[in-house]
């Protein structure tokens, strides 16, 4: 058998390919990962003293149905509509100050017309009051995303103040 150096240098560059592949591969999975997460998933504004803890979303609805992007959002907005639901929960449709924007989802824009959609359970009925369509208003509570109606909410709404 005869050995020639120039067969190790073909094989060396052959081997450079895989090798640089196998190198990228943990730095692309990591800026994949980050690339992926939405930005929007960031707290939009400083925690309220009316952020609550404990269990935020309650017994009443699927740990599936919602899922928490942060535990505590302080917003303002002003009121296009509400609606009585069938479960006694009031939905508030606000149209969001332009700082705030940053809630929406894309279900948002296609479902809900651009507005934040927030949930007033009947519990918190009983110290919140539903504001007036056209009033401008801030609100806290949990920043989540309902998966059965794609969009993000507020839910359940502790805090709204007319302003």
């Not at 919602?66 to 303002?76: H, Y």
């Not at 009983?126 to 993000?152: C, K, M």
Request: hydrophobic share 40%; aromatic share 10%.
């Amino acid at each position: 058998m005869h050995f020639h150096w120039t067969n190790v240098r073909v094989r060396r560059r052959y081997l450079a390919i895989p090798l640089f592949l196998l190198a990228l591969t943990p730095v692309l999975a990591v800026r994949f990962n980050v690339a992926t997460q939405p930005s929007s998933q960031k707290a939009a504004t400083a925690p309220s003293p009316y952020c609550e803890s404990g269990d935020l979303l309650g017994d009443a609805h699927s740990p599936l149905r919602f899922r928490i992007i942060s535990n505590c959002e302080r917003a303002s907005g002003v009121v296009k509509s509400t609606a009585l639901q069938e479960d006694r929960d009031q939905f508030i449709d606000v149209a969001l100050d332009s700082q705030y924007t940053k809630l929406l989802g894309s279900g948002n824009i296609s479902h809900e017309n651009g507005l934040l959609v927030l949930d007033l359970t009947p519990q918190s009925m009983a110290i919140v009051s539903v504001p007036l369509v056209g009033q401008h208003i801030t609100f806290v509570g949990p920043w989540v995303y309902d998966t059965q109606r794609e969009w993000n909410a507020i839910y359940p709404v502790w805090s709204i103040q007319v302003d």
